[in-house]
Nanobody, 124 residues
Framework: QVQLAESGGGSVQSGGSLRLSCAAS????????MAWFRQAPGKEREGVAA???????VYADSVKGRFTISQDNAKQTLYLQMNSLNTEDTAMYYC??????????????????WGPGTQVTVSS
C-alpha cells in the first residue's frame, strides 16, 4: 500500500523560509511524477510544483523563483524548499504521486496517491 507522509510545515513570518519533506513507501511501480499541491480555506486545491523521474520540473507562476522542488530517489523522499514566503502562501500543503498526462503535472485529478497534508502559516 502506497503511503505518503509530509513533514516540515509550521508558522513563519513573511519573508521567511520552510522546507517541506514527503516520505514515500509501498510502491510496487514508482509513479512517474511527484508533486506538491496546496489548498487554502475556501479555495480549490492548486498545483505548486512537480518533478518527474528524469528530474524535469514544473512550477506554478506564483512560486517561480521562490520555491524549489527536488527529490532523493534513494530515500524515496520529495522536498519543497520555500523561500521569501508571503501571507498568500498560507495553506495546507499536500504531497502527491501519479502519472499525469503531458502538461497536466499541476492538475490534481491526475494524481493517484496523496499524503494527509502539512499546514504552512505565514504571518505578516
Amino acid at each position: 500500500q502506497v503511503q505518503l507522509a509530509e513533514s516540515g510545515g509550521g508558522s513563519v513570518q513573511s519573508g521567511g523560509s520552510l522546507r517541506l519533506s514527503c516520505a514515500a513507501s509501498g510502491y510496487t511501480s514508482k509513479p512517474y511524477t511527484m508533486a506538491w499541491f496546496r489548498q487554502a480555506p475556501g479555495k480549490e486545491r492548486e498545483g505548486v510544483a512537480a518533478i518527474d523521474t528524469d528530474g524535469g520540473t514544473v512550477y506554478a507562476d506564483s512560486v517561480k523563483g521562490r520555491f524549489t522542488i527536488s527529490q532523493d530517489n534513494a530515500k524515496q523522499t520529495l522536498y519543497l524548499q520555500m523561500n521569501s514566503l508571503n501571507t498568500e502562501d498560507t495553506a495546507m500543503y499536500y504531497c502527491a504521486a501519479g502519472w499525469p498526462y503531458t502538461n497536466m503535472d499541476l492538475v490534481p485529478s491526475w494524481y493517484n496517491y496523496w499524503g494527509p497534508g502539512t499546514q504552512v502559516t505565514v504571518s505578516s
